[in-house]
């Protein structure tokens, strides 16, 4: 009988962890998860964008003259305005029982009254065509041309750099990679986790280490189900790209695809980084229902710049905080491609990010390495931080 | 030859084990038998590697023992280890896998040994949806799927029906038969005086007797120069009306019933109580008492 290579020993722990992985019912589960969550995600910010886009304003006779003004005002800035005539008894009644977002009236002062607010936006579009709509007459009575002026007052934007027509795209694919690494960091090293407390509860693997090493069986699973949350990565960004290209969503093919590989990059290094935790956090307890309370603070990283990268750098992507952490080897994995995606990371920026994260694996999986060897094999109570890292 | 010499283990402040010595021979079955906390199983895992000894060493035919003999050792854990939610057949395979059987052996053992343990039926099931009869059946496939060359196992028979124990006890004899040392561990004295070549007692992290059941019964089997006497001879007499070993000197009546007498010496010889039986009525039988296992590991124990 000849011996197993370390190669061998790894090999076969990761095919088992893969097989077993991709063919329980949680993988498939996994997957309409995701998709459910992204198309319930789209819907929302569908709704959310169509509620706060739309208003229905009430019309008293008075003020009807500012219609025609404030239907193009609306329509200058695409929002959609449903304008009613009521009588000023009427919309008030109207605007209470909510068919109304607000009533306009003159009597004589201009007033917009609204149930208990009324919205930014509309307040300051009826307010800006009441203004001009005012102006304009006192213009004309004092004898000059509206039109002249408006020439005279316009303000030209423009950019020193040239506006980036893909940055709606840019917009939507780095909060895409954001949520698809969030989802697969935490839920492929949670799976790590979850392994090695399965095999220590087992007890199986007793009879594991009886014939390969600590080390081997830990490397084996790391790659084993890192494997399968690549491959879940993949089968949903390629969804992704599949069905934004046919329903039209997506029409800018070159940036999806850097943003997936920026993705599959990052996750790669993210995963190991994290995996290296989770498996020492792991070999640390006995039981599934002891691990829950180990593993929370490792969550707290993958969270913080999760949250960062779809709420505060997509309006300000060039954000200073945002930048510095996303060179911090533990934050980098989310908050690089992110800032990637949005096109606002340098390629020598994304290089260092990288070397730094990879230094920082190097080291953490060592002393993981060492908690994992220290723990595995301890059955019963916790094991302590000093039993964990002698050695 | 199986040699573990020496061994010494502490957990913290507690000793675990002293100076555990003895040999397994090739083709013998070895007991290994102790209360709950005696170190039998202490000493396996440091046999298997799992554990570290101390001091002491475990070597196998002449040299220490390394990962690729362990690789060849059919281990059975005291905690069965087998993931619950891998099937039977897959999970057989796998270990024989790692222990560098290759594919095709590993499918031909496994199709052997669950075929010989009468668990063939359940090879595409979950491990968890067995008994725990046939998980234990299965259990000791996973020892014995590589075709390993020592075979130690934890209390293989802790949970077994009476048919598994028969089918488990001839699977170990004829392990033994091929040539493999097979250690195990149990508290079924009986099974282990039956089964068994040689038996190891252990007490307190301290082996206190080793050798065949007729050694242990003639005194012998100390270790390490222990003070080990004799153990107490008895006499079983049959035929003589029960009370006429009440008034012999040097003889001590440990049980009557009817006309069996059970005598133990105490300064008399065992022609002195010939005499006295047959002065007192026709002797049917007059035999050495053989004490079964149980009661010579009671007894060792408790000096």
């Known amino acids: 009988m000849t011996g197993l290579s370390p190669g061998q020993a790894v090999g076969l722990v990761a095919r088992r962890e893969f097989t077993t992985q991709v063919r329980s019912r949680s993988f498939a589960i996994g997957i309409v998860i995701s998709l459910v969550i992204f198309g319930i995600y789209a819907l929302i910010f569908q709704f959310i964008g169509s509620q706060s886009s739309s208003n229905t304003l009430g019309v008293t006779p008075a003020a009807r003259p500012v219609v025609p003004a404030l239907q193009q005002a609306a329509t200058a800035v695409g929002r959609t305005l449903t304008i009613t005539d009521v009588s000023a008894a009427e919309g008030a009644a109207q605007v209470q029982a909510g068919d109304l977002d607000a009533l306009l009236d003159r009597n004589p002062g201009w007033t917009v009254t609204g149930r208990d607010a009324v919205g930014d936006e509309l307040s300051s579009l009826v307010a800006t065509v009441v203004r001009q709509t005012t102006l304009d007459q006192a213009l004309q009575a004092a004898g000059q041309n509206p039109a002249a002026v408006a020439e005279q007052s316009r303000v030209a934007v423009s950019t020193l750099e040239p506006e980036d027509p893909e940055r709606g795209q840019r917009l939507g694919l780095a909060i895409i990679t954001a949520v698809l690494l969030f989802m697969s960091l935490i839920g492929y090293g949670s799976a790590v986790a979850q392994g090695v407390v399965e095999e220590k509860s087992s007890r199986v693997v007793e009879l594991l280490l009886s014939t390969i090493k600590p080390l081997h069986l830990l490397a084996g699973k790391v790659l084993g189900l890192g494997a399968v949350g690549l491959l879940q990565l993949l089968i949903l960004g390629a969804i992704g790209v599949v069905v934004g290209s046919v329903t039209g969503l997506l029409t800018a093919p070159t940036a999806a695809a850097g943003a997936l590989v920026a993705a599959v990059v990052w996750y790669l290094l993210g995963f190991f980084l994290y995996a290296s935790v989770y498996a020492a956090a792991g070999s640390m307890v006995s039981r599934q229902e002891e691990l829950q309370s180990l593993v929370a603070p490792i969550m707290f990283p993958l969270l913080l710049p999760f949250i960062f990268a779809v709420s505060v750098l997509p309006g300000d992507p060039r954000n200073t905080l945002g930048t510095v952490l996303s060179f911090v080897p533990f934050f980098a994995p989310t908050l690089m491609p992110v800032r990637q995606a949005l096109g606002v990371a340098a390629w020598w920026e994304v290089l260092i990010a990288a070397v730094l994260t990879l230094a920082t694996i190097v080291g953490v999986v060592a002393v993981a390495a060492r908690i994992y060897r220290n723990s595995v094999l301890r059955t019963g109570a916790r094991v302590s931080w000093s039993e964990a890292l002698r050695g | ?303």
């Open chain 2, 1 to 303: 030859m199986l040699d573990i010499g020496g061994l010494a283990k502490r957990f913290g402040t507690r000793t675990a084990l002293q100076d555990v010595t003895f040999s397994v021979r090739p083709g013998e079955v070895f007991g290994f038998v102790g209360s709950n906390g005696a170190g039998k199983t202490t000493t396996m895992r440091i046999v298997l590697g799992v554990l570290s000894a101390d001091s002491g060493e475990v070597r196998w035919k002449g040299s220490a023992i390394d990962a690729d003999v362990r690789r060849r050792i059919g281990y059975m854990p005291e905690e069965r280890g087998l993931y619950p939610k891998m099937r039977v057949g897959e999970q057989l395979a796998y270990l024989a896998r790692l222990h560098a059987v290759s594919a095709a052996d590993a499918a031909a053992a496994v199709a052997r040994w669950t075929e010989r343990l009468g668990v063939a039926e359940r090879v595409g099931d979950e491990v968890q949806k067995l008994s725990l009869g046939n998980q234990q059946r299965v259990q000791l496939c996973a020892a014995l799927v590589h075709d390993p060359e020592i075979l130690v196992l934890d209390e293989p028979f802790s949970g077994l029906d009476p048919s598994a124990v028969e089918v488990m006890s001839r699977v170990l004899r004829d392990k033994a038969d091929e040539g493999v040392p097979v250690v195990f561990s149990s508290h079924q004295l009986d099974l282990v005086e039956r089964l068994c070549d040689r038996v190891g007692i252990i007490a307190d992290g301290r082996m206190v007797a080793v050798g065949t059941v007729a050694e242990l019964r003639s005194g012998g089997g100390g270790v390490h120069g222990a003070d080990h006497r004799p153990v107490v001879a008895r006499l079983d007499v049959v035929g003589p009306p029960a009370g006429w070993a009440d008034t012999v000197a040097g003889v001590r009546v440990v049980a009557a019933e009817g006309t069996h007498t059970r005598v133990e010496l105490d300064g008399a010889t065992d022609q002195d109580v010939l005499k006295a039986a047959v002065a007192a009525g026709p002797v049917h039988e007059f035999t050495p008492y053989r004490p079964p296992l149980t009661e010579l590991y009671k007894d060792v124990v408790s000096r």
